[in-house]
């Protein structure tokens, strides 16, 4: 598959992730802000759309981050083979499709999240 058909498939991946993203957080809406009480008593569905949303965007995060930005760089001409992590991002904001600095703080964020993430039981 060519550069360019990888990179659509991805954006398509990316659009999937955000839709999903997106519902999750419309079914929880009546429930934010969401503070300890209101989730030990979430029904079991409710709370599937939390394990949905943090799926979601760690999934969208690390699509757009392993494939879409080197894949836009490459398509852009540049090098990135060789080129650390770090430096592509540094070469997005360059071009001014990001922020690095915002990127980093989301993906700091998100794996907090996801480590310190533990259903908590209810009690029936």
Known sequence: MERKEKFIEKLYE????KTRLQLAMDRLKT????????YVNLSDELSSF???MFFRFSK??????????PYLLVLLG???KSMPYIDRLNRLE???I??????TTLRKERNEIAHEYRPILRRN
């Open 78 to 80: 540049e090098e990135v």
């Open 14 to 17: 990316c659009n999937q992730h």
């Open 31 to 38: 429930k934010m802000p969401l503070t300890l009480p209101v």
């Open 50 to 52: 939390i394990d949905q």
């Open 94 to 96: 360059e071009l001014e």
């Open 60 to 69: 969208l995060q690390d699509t757009m981050g392993d494939k879409i930005f």
């Open 98 to 103: 990001i922020s690095t600095n915002d990127w």
